[in-house]
């Protein structure tokens, strides 16, 4: 799956994207948050604050229990302000 980085957790992630093999027993969002998290440090930062992350799958807004594909593009963001 492809999965998307943007703002400031693409600066603490260092990476704007990145291809991830959906690993066995990673269903949902927060379960590939939480496998993210054990691939370093950089990324235990960037998922530091979960009430500051939004999600999309597939470009559509989604909750974290949202159900994951192999085949689903993911991407994180802060919040969107408009003005």
């Known amino acids: 799956m492809k999965v998307l980085y943007f ?3 693409r600066q603490r992630t260092g990476t704007a994207q ?8 990673v269903t949902t969002v927060t379960e ?3 496998h ?3 691939q370093g440090p950089h990324y235990v930062r960037a998922f530091q604050e979960m009430k500051a992350v939004r999600v ?4 559509q807004y989604v909750p974290f229990d949202h159900p994951l594909d192999d085949r689903d593009e993911v991407a994180f963001f802060p919040p969107v302000t408009g003005g």
């Open 18 to 25: 990145e291809d991830v093999a959906l690993p066995a027993g």
């Open 56 to 59: 999309a799958v597939n470009q």
């Open 7 to 9: 703002a400031w957790l």
């Open 36 to 38: 993210l998290r054990g």
């Open 32 to 34: 590939l948050v939480e």
